[in-house]
């Protein structure tokens, strides 16, 4: 059971690297780093539970904090670097819309 859990997240794991590595768009790409970040999350956490190391939880959620706060300060350094481009879909970023 807990090898067939651990074989989906690798292969989710794979998926998600070749979008981060293909994606059309920055955004792809910046969301397929996020979704790594959150399989090895619980990568890390299904490793302590197998292993019976309950401390492998909190190092988990470390990660998954840092996971988070990394891709909001990429987010806002894309948003203050290049504040009037627009996304491929046309849609305007959030800084465009007029209110």
């Keep these: 059971m807990f090898l067939a859990a651990t074989l989906a997240l690798l292969v989710t794991l ?5 979008r981060a590595l293909l994606g059309p ?13 959150t399989k ?3 990568l890390i956490a299904l490793y302590g539970f197998l292993t019976g190391r309950p ?14 706060l990394g891709t909001v300060a990429v987010l806002a350094f894309i948003q ?8 491929q ?11």
């Design 14 to 18: 794979s998926l998600a690297l070749v």
């Design 25 to 37: 768009s920055l955004y792809d790409r910046i969301l397929a780093i996020n979704s790594i970040g």
């Design 40 to 42: 090895t999350v619980l």
């Design 55 to 68: 401390d492998f939880t909190d190092l988990a959620l470390l990660y998954a904090l840092l996971n988070t």
């Design 80 to 87: 203050r670097q290049f504040p009037a481009q627009q996304r």
């Design 89 to 99: 879909d046309g849609e305007q970023t959030l800084s465009q819309e007029q209110p």
